[in-house]
């Protein structure tokens, strides 16, 4: 093994280490290899930017865009809607309906845009059935991925494997080569899914009785119906004229205002900033546990005793600045009082940022470097921090600077329980007192004895003194939620009000949105959309409380409550696929013949060799523009950027990987192996190593990483490579056996109600059932070519 075979396969051993962990994003990662490749030499500055102008690059998000021109035409819709509309309401008919409509869409649409017109078709089949979701969007989804294997256009992985053909001088794939072995996968596993394949998928939907999916039941298959329940405000509350954000309803315990009664005008959501009167009714949603909790401490007592008891404590704790080193965890997140204590054994009592000093609400900042916490510790705890990589500095605070510069006597405050307070046999992190109101507990004082940093889950007593951090006045918020009157009996208004003026609406993040993985709280759903989120969907259960904690994920089925006319606006967002019921624009289908015409021309044009395919497709998606059957901006919106520069910097690599015997080498590892008993078990053992691989390698990566080391097999078998090809084309785009290899995979995850292990009950024999429909045909329509001597 020379130096350059090392280093190449070094850089491919840290891309498949960063593709597995998801450290990085895929696209990142595939830009960093494309720089590694060009600052250590192995390909000069033309080679590594050579993707961005590949012809197989330029074709796939041409592709983007005419699928997204047939999509808002109306022409993949009012075709898919027709066919699933004769299936009637037989499992077996439904699942043959749908995966062959799914895949005769894909054949020349982009998979994931089938897989996202599909899925709010397929749910509006379960509405009418009785027929689980879980039954039917698996399937559709494998359908997508079975008909791309059809035509060269269907999927990236078969235009880079004709590309890489091409580069290599041997005879390219047609736009029709795909298709005698791609059908003969999809008939399969058609019929392997639907007499053998559906008993393997999950029996019990989300919810046991659970029928249909409709405005109706999403609050029984959320289990939202138990969590609502009214609130009063009294005449003389403490509540009455303060905002509902200053009143702490919603953001105490996580409830969610549905509507406000005030003298029977009902407003729907109300803002933030809503004064609050007395006589009030609030319409709420959430968990009353935990609101009935938290209203106990309105039982408590301030005391003055807070200097004395702030005294004993410094005496017998250090008091440190630990400044956020740059390459810390810590950088962006939020202060969890809780995860400090158990990680660092410290309380967090203050975030300075240059001149500025926040000693409250500071769980609700994210952390920068170079911030410096205020953290009180015993001596082993600070000890602890010098040695941890979170923190670049330690500094000792003296009681000067805590008076002067933190001001902490303003903050720091005692609290008594009453002897017979329900908050007794209680624990703080039980009342959720330090969430709501962002308290910390320095210390209590029992029977004259002082315990420092007590645990969350120590128990509290009656007669306890409570040593606080934290604002006072917030003891006013929690004696009007004392205040509040309850009844779980929602009154006729209200509740006719929210069946007729409130709606709910199920979605799932699309492909293509950028909302991925960021924090629910970040969007904010009620300011940007007038909507409220209510519950998630994810991996197998429903999320209903904390919701502003969570990061979105591709996925996740969210479910969001609101005016009817805001849930009629939101069901044409981008960045969201609606699966209840809600009025849409229509797709404008006086355009969808001229659609038809501009794909059947790029199509022939391709088939009769008049133009090279990445030249039609451009020219294709252009005439969709200029014509009005999609906007530029629509255009740009279509196109998946992260699939774009995830080919273009993995092309790189297989240029190295061929230039310097990387690929070679491998290939005659592979062949010592299997070389020895002929050329279909090596292609067999070739389609084998890459369908294994797309459970942790993003397809077009893996194609581009196995297309140099299939030539270079084949060339030492001495065949013509095209069979070989094929095979690894076929085995790519199959890509069953976990919601992460392929996007269309996750699309459903969410709304199925599947967990991971699902996929590998269904994936595992589908990938072998097209495995020998594959093996079975290639001797047939690709036989083993001998190259001559």
């Known amino acids: 093994m020379t130096y350059e075979i090392a280093l190449v396969l070094g850089i491919l051993g840290v891309a498949l280490v960063l593709f597995v962990t998801e450290v990085l994003r895929m696209d990142l990662v595939a830009l960093l290899v494309l720089v590694a490749l060009a600052i250590t030499g192995l390909v000069d500055t033309q080679s590594a930017l050579a993707g961005f102008s590949n012809p197989a690059v330029i074709t796939v998000w041409a592709m983007f865009i005419l699928s997204d021109g047939l999509t808002r035409t109306g022409i993949a819709d009012i075709l898919g809607t027709l066919v699933i509309r004769i299936a009637g309401k037989q499992e077996f ?60 256009v269907g999927t990236p992985p078969n235009l880079l494997i004709a590309d890489a053909l091409s580069a290599a001088g041997e005879q390219t794939f047609g736009l029709l080569d795909f298709f005698p072995v791609g059908t003969g996968a999809l008939l399969a596993g058609t019929v392997f899914i639907a007499l053998a394949g559906r008993l393997l998928l999950p029996k019990q939907p989300r919810v046991q009785g659970e029928k249909q999916r409709s405005q109706r039941n999403l609050r029984q298959l959320y289990g939202l119906q138990e969590r609502t329940f009214t609130l009063k405000i009294p005449r003389q509350s403490i509540l009455a004229g303060k ?103 410290t309380n967090v009592l203050a975030i300075r940022r240059d001149e500025l000093i926040r000693r409250v609400g500071i769980n609700k900042v994210p952390l920068r470097a170079g911030d410096r916490l205020l953290l009180q510790g015993n001596n082993d705890a600070i000890a602890d921090l010098n040695r941890s990589p979170e923190f670049s500095e330690i500094t000792v605070v003296d009681e000067n600077a805590l008076t002067n510069v933190y001001r902490m006597q303003e903050s720091v405050f005692v609290i ?12 703080l992190a039980e009342t959720r007192l330090g969430e709501a109101f962002d308290f910390r507990l320095l210390a209590t004082f029992r029977e004259n004895a002082l315990q420092l ?33 309850i009844d779980s009996a929602v009154s006729a ?69 609101g005016p009817r006319t805001k849930i009629n606006v939101f069901a044409d967002e981008p960045d969201f696929i609606t699966m209840t019921p809600a009025p849409k624009a229509p797709p404008d289908i006086k355009r969808a013949p001229l659609a038809g015409i501009i794909m059947v021309a790029m199509v022939l044009s391709v088939w009769l060799d008049l133009l090279p395919i990445a030249i039609a497709a451009i020219g294709a998606a252009i005439t969709m523009v200029t014509t009005g059957c999609l906007t530029m901006e629509q255009a740009y919106r279509a196109i998946d950027w992260r699939a774009v520069f995830l080919i273009a910097g993995m092309l790189p690599l297989g240029v190295a990987m061929a230039d310097t015997g990387a ?37 077009p990566a893996l194609v581009v990483l196995m297309s140099p080391i299939v030539l270079s097999a084949s060339a030492e078998m001495g065949i013509m490579p095209q069979t070989a090809m094929m095979a690894v084309a076929m085995a790519a785009s199959a890509s069953f056996t976990s919601p992460i290899s392929h996007p269309a995979n996750i699309l459903v995850m969410g709304p199925g109600g599947y967990r991971f292990v699902d996929y590998i009950k269904l994936g595992a024999p589908l990938t072998l059932v097209v495995f020998v429909a594959v093996m079975l045909l290639l001797p047939l329509f690709w036989p083993i070519s001998y190259v001559n001597p």
């Open 93 to 152: 008919v439904l699942i043959v309906v749908i995966m062959l409509v799914s895949g005769g869409l894909s054949t020349f649409m982009n998979n994931i845009g089938v897989a996202a017109l599909m899925l709010p078709v397929v749910m509006d089949v379960v509405r009418r059935t009785e027929i689980s979701a879980s039954r039917l969007l698996m399937p559709m989804a494998y359908g997508t991925l079975l008909g791309g294997l059809t035509t060269l």
């Open 243 to 345: 905002s509902l954000a200053a009143s702490r309803i919603g953001s105490a315990v996580g409830l969610i205002v549905v509507a406000l009664d005030r003298y029977g005008r009902i407003e729907a959501l109300p803002s933030a900033k809503t004064i609050l009167q007395g006589g009030d009714k609030l319409l709420v949603q959430g968990r009353l546990d935990r609101f009935e909790e938290l209203r106990r401490w309105g039982e408590v007592i301030i005391e003055r005793e807070a200097p004395l008891l702030q005294s004993l404590v410094n005496e017998r704790v250090q008091l440190v600045e630990a400044t956020i080193a740059a390459d810390s965890a810590l950088v962006k997140s939020l202060v969890n009082h809780t995860e400090y204590r158990r990680q660092f054994g």
């Open 416 to 427: 008594r329980i009453p002897r017979d307070s329900q908050l007794g046999g209680k624990s």
């Open 453 to 485: 940093m007590p645990e969350p889950d120590e128990l509290l007593l009656g007669g306890d003194l409570l040593l606080l951090q934290g604002r006072p006045e917030d003891f006013d918020e929690l004696r009007g939620l004392q205040e509040l009157e």
């Open 493 to 561: 208004q209200l509740s006719s009000y929210e069946s007729d003026r409130l709606a709910m609406l199920e979605v799932t993040l699309a492909p293509q949105s950028d909302l991925a993985g960021q924090q629910i709280s970040d969007i904010n759903f009620r300011e940007k959309f007038g909507l409220e989120l209510v519950a998630v969907w994810r991996s197998g259960e429903t999320i209903r409380s904390d919701l502003n904690q969570l990061r979105l994920e591709f996925g996740d089925a969210l479910v969001l409550l």
């Open 663 to 699: 690929a070679a080498y491998i290939a005659g590892e592979v062949m010592n192996l299997l070389g020895d008993h002929g050329p279909w078990p090596v292609i067999a053992g070739l389609y084998a190593l890459t369908s294994l691989a797309t459970m942790i390698v993003p397809t």
